[in-house]
Structures are given as C-alpha cells and as structure tokens.
C-alpha cells in the first residue's frame, strides 16, 4: 500500500495566518492527491483535487500543490472556521489511504 | 444537491456481522460514473478507507478488511450496504459513506455522510 504521511500532526495559529501543511507519498503518485477538512461530528468536506484544483464553493484562500511524492495545502489568511483537522488522501492506486491528518487549533 | 445519510445499528456484539445502509437522496444512485464508497475512523484516529461499489457492481476493498467486508447496492432502493463479518473491539468507529466522482482519471470523494457510530461490545 502507498503510505501518506503529513506533517505536522498538530498546528497552532492565530487567525490571520498562512498555513501550510505537508502531505508525503511513499512512492510517487503523480498528481492523484486530494485534501479534505474534517470538523468534528460533520461530514469531511473536499477542499481540493488532483493536488491543486480547488473544489466548487471552496474558498480561494485555500490552494494545493505538488507532484510526485511532496504535496502540500496552504491556507493564505486562517478564517475561524477554518480550524479543523485536514487530511490529504491518495487516489493514484485504488486501494485509497489517507494520511494520519493534521489538527489546526486555535493559538 | 445529492445527500447521503448513514443508517443502522449503534452496537454489535462481538463476533457478529455489523450492516450498514447508505441512503442517497436528492439524485439517483444509478445516474453518472460514480462510485460508492465506505470509510470509518476510529476514536482518535484517522481516516481509513474500507471499500467502494460502482453501480454496475464493481467492487474494490481495503485489502486488510477484503476477506470480512461485502459492500452492495440497490438501486431500486436508492441505497448501497456494507457488512463487516467477525468483528471485535477494533471495528468500533465512525463509519462514513461517500460519493467518488470521477473527472479526467481523477478520483475524489465529493460529498459524504455525516457519519454513523458503530460500537463493538458484548
């Protein structure tokens, strides 16, 4: 299986911050990469895919990108709403896994 | 808009088979190229993939649950179905149903379930 590891597993911030969070394959994955914010007791929400496309509806202070094995997702500006956990996902392979997440908590 | 809401059974008993309903409102489940999929998270853990079904009945599993997992569909229901056979305290989790579009070779899940918990106990 294709192993996604992200870094860091927990983030502080204040609002008004550029974030980044990184997301590394095992073996390369081309482009086959998603990211996904997941607050608790709410359905994940699809924030990008293909490593840098932007989903309908999602906000532009959101971006991804990456190729091949290091991936990452920025946020510009943190909103308050935008402290969550966020997980990047692989779709190269079909047998999908998902990275360990990364939780963004208020600083 | 297409919504999915995860039902069935809050505790299982160890051992036996847990079954979960994924209901698709709002489009039907046979329209478009799409794949239906499960996935859960246990306390404090992250997201894992469990399996997925295309309407034609196509299926791909998580090969460290394949030999314990069925995932089906009914269209005339709107509905598709997983079950996890033999289980123990380590399937206890949140289980999630998810759609998966697809869009030039590129696979992502776009809309999900708010989620079901699942507890394994006796």
């Known amino acids: 299986d294709i192993q996604m590891t992200q870094s860091p597993s927990s983030l502080s911030a204040s609002e008004g911050d550029r974030v980044t969070i990184t997301c590394r394959a095992s073996?390369?994955?081309?482009?086959?990469l998603n990211w996904y914010q997941h607050k608790p007791g709410k359905a994940p929400k699809l924030l990008i895919y293909?490593?840098?496309t932007l989903q309908s509806g999602v906000p532009s202070r959101f971006s991804g990108s990456g190729s091949g094995t290091d991936f990452t997702l920025t946020i510009s500006s943190l909103r308050p709403e935008d402290f969550a956990t966020y997980y990047c996902q692989q779709s190269y392979s079909t047998r999908y896994t998902f990275g360990q997440g990364t939780k963004l908590e208020i600083k | 808009q297409v919504q999915l809401q995860e039902s069935g059974p809050g505790l299982v008993k160890p051992s036996q088979t847990l079954s979960l309903t994924c209901t698709v409102s709002?489009?039907?489940?046979?329209?478009?190229?799409?794949?239906w999929n499960w996935i859960r998270q246990p306390a404090g853990k992250g997201l894992e993939w469990i399996g997925r079904i295309f309407t034609s009945g196509s299926t791909n599993y998580n090969p460290s649950l394949k030999s314990r997992v069925t995932i089906s569909v009914d269209t005339s229901k709107n509905q598709f179905s997983l079950k996890l056979s033999s289980v123990t305290a380590a399937d206890t989790a949140v289980y999630y149903c998810a759609r998966e579009t697809t869009f030039h070779y590129y696979y992502y899940m776009d809309v999900w379930g708010t989620g079901t918990t699942v507890t394994v106990s006796s």
């Open positions: 709002g489009g039907s489940i046979s329209s478009g190229n799409y794949y």
């Open positions: 073996q390369t994955i081309s482009n086959y």
């Open positions: 293909a490593a840098s």
